[in-house]
């Protein structure tokens, strides 16, 4: 597709073959993979709507795509990481037993049934109909090793993803039964939750005749795409999984590439020497936008973008200040002209569809004399404070904490600043508790959230 | 002094410049914020879990254990075991090694091709309109910082006129060697025009300053030579300007050019870091990059290392070089 490829298909009957579907290749698997939704591949049928059936039949024999994200996968071991970027990778060519749908549900994957036993028990039912990429069959003892290959440090390693099944002690295939039994340390609420975004399907016998290093360069998973070729930090060339257990994808070969710098991507965009790239900026959307065979598709995210303030130290202490410093920032104005357009207010740290999301809580309105009115209650007129900031960590994060201490700087009563920071300094800051050399907070948790909005 | 005790004693004195690197690099380490575990992992990580990644990455020895064993480790070639990918951090670092150094060398030879006959067009035709243009040249690519003229270059000509490729290193010029040697010259010659055709915006953004240097000094060196004693001489006697000018006065002008190429070759390896960023370029600049940014360390030291040993190596061959060309300078 891309003109390194020297595909015959241009880049405009790529954005029209391809449909909605384009810019959601590289998420597949994420969010996509509910019943009938198909996405996995990118570009499967759901994307082809609005074009006849012809076109499509056509990609089915060669359909090359080529994805650029922000940074390379750090392994293949879908076990050995906690990056998004290597998530992506690893998503089209591994399966777990849940997975989510479009709508963020639950839905079934490598299991037919999952339900809960008793309090600590749940069960999983496993598909029949699967093979792995080396063609052999799936089964339950496969599951059980993963999952307890991610619990259990005897049985895997220390794998960053433990966490993420968190309460879960450990798996075993069910006797008689074509299932697998799911232990934790007590109630699990959230178990299914849990699995429908991690733990992928790894096959035992494969993992245990290879060293670690070579689980790290090699996949066999149950996906839709087969690992052609790994070449660390540069490429990975996948394949169509003919033998799929559902559809097999359009798309006929899949390459993933990295270029840290955003413009970069976007050139090679603009340049048709890539066919999708990931994390554009809102500064380079307008270019994309411009181009009349390029097009961007934004897509809600659930990152909340949020500014911590302390509750234990002063003047945060006061909640007529923390109220105030929530009045004093104009949220639809940062989302306007920070990140243009590409963001929404958010008044809790839970987003709309989340367990625990309140619609009666509003963001604060932007009311700066109110601000003044509770500053001047609290008792801490005159305030100075400072607003510690990761730089090019998240998206626009400098621009946004110089917006709100710019807005803060605009009451009569506070000033503010920024404190541009080392990521790496700041966490251990905050995990060790001596950020402005205060005593420590409490939890990992920033104390309290003050501002929040998507982004 | 013969050339081999020569290098002996540069080598010798070299070692001791890369364990100086290798100690203030592993110093630098422990001075810098940020505890790799807590990059590498998620914020909300269990301090078990934590405790486990460090302990596996054995970054909960004490400081003088972890120098020791990696004094050693790098004895046997071993730069540790990348934090990021969990694999052998010198294979990562030697296999962009030769990316860095494509681009390097491409980047001189650039400059060179350029600024030579410049410089000396510009000398040779002092105060006249080719001497101010040589002159505007230099300073205009002295000037000017290498990540806005690789962003440039990429928006005129790879996006608008869509004659360059925007980034990039598909090929590699060792693949089209291999070709050659199999005496596959179809498949070598695509790779090398595949290879020009990437190398080519990345050489001209890092060589330019190089380029406006060297031009610089070979006008100056060409003007001092052409006021010498010899050079008369030469002229009185007869001799074509010609022969003058591109025999005798070039000749002697390139000597100290000789020496900056070599050493300037140094700094381009080190210093491709914003230009293979930009580009996309897949050398030790955008490894040293994002190994700060992960705090990967085995990979930034090992990087670091690697590029001052090729300093310390490049500054040998040109010095013995220099003492090669010039008679007047002697091994001692």
Known sequence: MSRDTGSPVGRRRFLKMAGGTAAAVSLAGCGSDGEGGDGDGGGTDDGNDSDGGDEGDEMQEEFEVRITQGQMPSGLDPHDHRETPTDV????????VLSRDAQGAVVEKLATEYERVEDGHVRFSVREDVQFHNGDDLTPEDVAYSINRIVQEDVGFASPQRDQLAGVTGAEAADDERAVDV????????VFQEFATYCDVMQQSWVEDRSKDDVGKEMNGTGPFVLEDYSEDEEVVMSRNEDYWRDPADVSDLTFTAAEEASTRVNQLLNEETDVVVNVPPQEVGRIQGDDVTRIAAAPSTRVIYNAMRYDVEPFDSQEFRQAMNYAVDLESIVSNVLDGFGERTGQPTLDGFVGYNSDVDPYPYDPEQ???LVEESGYAGAEIELHTPVGRYLKDLEIAQAVAGFIDELDNVSASVNQRDFGALVDELLTGNIEDK???TARSPATATRRWTG | MSLARFLLKRTLQGLFVIWGVVTVVFGLRFISPGDPANVLLPPDVSEGTRQQV????????PLYVQYVDYIAGLLTGDMGMSLVTRTDASGRILGKLPATLELAVAATVVAVVIAVPLGVVSATRRHQPADYGATVFSLAGISTPNFWL???LIIVLAVQLNLFPTSRRPVGIDDAFAHLVAFQFGLAWSELTTWLWHVTLPAITLGTYFTALITRLTRSGMLEELGQGYVRAARAKGLPETLVRYKHALRNTLIPIITVVGL?????????????AVFNWPGLGTLIINGIQARDWPVVQGSIIVIGVG???????????YAYVNPQVTYD
């Not at chain 1, 990778?89 to 777990?96: D, K, T």
């Not at chain 2, 300037?264 to 293979?276: R, S």
């Open chain 1, 439 to 441: 005593s420590p907070p």
């Open chain 2, 311 to 321: 300093f310390v190596v490049l500054n040998i061959l040109v010095d013995a070089l």
């Open chain 2, 264 to 276: 300037q070759l140094g700094t381009l390896i080190g210093g491709a870091v914003i230009t293979e």
């Open chain 1, 89 to 96: 990778v690893m998503l089209h060519a591994y399966e777990g």
């Open chain 2, 150 to 152: 690789g962003i440039m």
């Open chain 2, 54 to 61: 460090v302990a596996e990455l054995g970054l909960d020895k």
């Open chain 1, 371 to 373: 601000a003044e009115q």
């Open chain 1, 183 to 190: 232990m934790s340390d007590g109630l699990n609420p959230v």
